[in-house]
């Protein structure tokens, strides 16, 4: 597998009014999908998951973990060479996801940050 983009993660992004860390905005690629829209991107605009009321932030995070964790590869010939996840740690998880014919890998970031819930 070839490694993981080194512009993914929570970072400090330029041109952005947030005083936290964010996740890379998608600009013109036509295969990116957000729940943050960009002058690019509106289209393939997500809506954002809402974490359950009452459930404490490590509770979330667990209940993500087991989530991305008994994902099974394959589905509809979609990343049948299987997923790793390549980063867990503060809220932070990177997935890779690679097709069985050609080894595209697709990186899925998810995100909860320390002011959610």
């Known amino acids: 597998r070839r490694p993981a983009p080194t512009d993914l993660g929570l970072k400090m992004r330029d041109g952005s009014d947030s005083e936290e860390p964010e996740l890379k905005l998608c600009g013109a690629a036509p295969n990116c999908f957000s729940t943050t829209p960009d002058d690019f991107s ?5 809506p954002p998951w809402t974490a359950p009321k009452g459930k404490a932030r490590d509770e979330l995070l667990r209940d993500v973990a087991d989530v991305v964790d008994a994902y099974p590869p394959g589905q ?16 932070y998880t990177l997935v890779r996801y690679e097709s069985l014919k050609n080894g595209y890998i697709d990186d899925l970031e998810l995100a909860l940050t320390a002011s959610e819930p």
């Open 42 to 46: 509106t289209e393939r605009m997500i």
């Open 76 to 91: 509809n010939g979609v990343d049948g060479a299987g997923f790793e996840v390549a980063t867990r740690k503060d809220g």
